[in-house]
């Protein structure tokens, strides 16, 4: 069955920098999108952005863009997020999705576990 | 940005009620609008996407409707474990986002 797994809670300064893996399985990797969703603690869902796992092509949010850099390791299908200048009001939990590329609307029909990151000194 | 917004922020409902929660585009999206309902320590669930149709698996109860700039989500004969919150997106932009959620208590 199709899976997205991601990697664990993290605790992180003010400044430092984290990066969240995402490893999908039961499906071929490359004919999707990886997006990326945070959720700060009682809030709503933010997109942050998007990498095309065949072609490594990148979108990022207006709000994100210049702090966050998104990459894969195809040859484990895995993406990853790095988030760098960490806030105090970057503690949210960080969720990857995936959505087909050729897909009629983008909709994210499989989601990861969540990792709770959180900035604190 | 593709701004959403949701409308209500949260309602109040019965089990066996009707439900209806709207979402309106600041520009036309065409039918790129897809629903997610999220419970309290779970991850977001695809509901509808394509303005109007409904994800596999997805009680038929769901429906959806609208295109443009306002979109409806409705749950029709409101169960007990469809308390929860209810989001919007956006896919037409290549810069995807979300309603702000609506929330469905009773």
């Known amino acids: 069955q199709v899976r997205l797994v991601q990697s664990g809670a993290e605790v992180q300064k003010p400044g430092a920098s984290v990066k969240v893996s995402c490893k999908a399985s039961g499906d071929t990797f490359s004919d999707y999108y990886i997006h990326w969703v945070r959720q700060a603690p009682g809030q709503g869902l933010e997109w942050m952005g998007r990498i095309n796992a065949n072609s490594g092509g990148t979108n990022y949010g207006l709000k994100f863009h210049g702090r966050v850099t998104l990459t894969l390791d195809t040859s484990i299908s895995t993406a990853y997020m790095d988030l760098s200048g960490l806030k105090s009001d970057d503690t949210a939990v960080y969720y990857c999705a995936r959505a087909k590329v050729y897909q009629s609307y983008g909709q994210f029909d499989y989601w990861g576990q969540g990792t709770l990151v959180t900035v604190s000194s | 940005d593709i701004q959403l917004t949701q409308s209500p922020s949260s309602l109040s409902a019965s089990v066996g009620d009707r439900v209806t929660i709207t979402c309106r585009a600041r520009?036309?999206?065409?039918?790129?609008l897809n629903w997610y309902q999220q419970k309290p320590g779970q991850v977001p669930k695809l509901l509808i996407y394509g303005a109007s149709s409904l994800q596999s698996g997805v009680p038929s109860r769901f429906s959806g409707s609208g295109s443009g700039t306002d979109f409806t989500l409705t749950i029709n004969s409101l169960q007990p474990e469809d308390f929860a919150t209810y989001y919007c997106?956006?896919?037409?932009?290549?810069?995807?986002?979300f309603g702000q959620g609506t929330k469905v208590e009773i």
């Open positions: 520009q036309s999206i065409n039918s790129y």
């Open positions: 997106q956006q896919t037409y932009s290549l810069m995807s986002s």
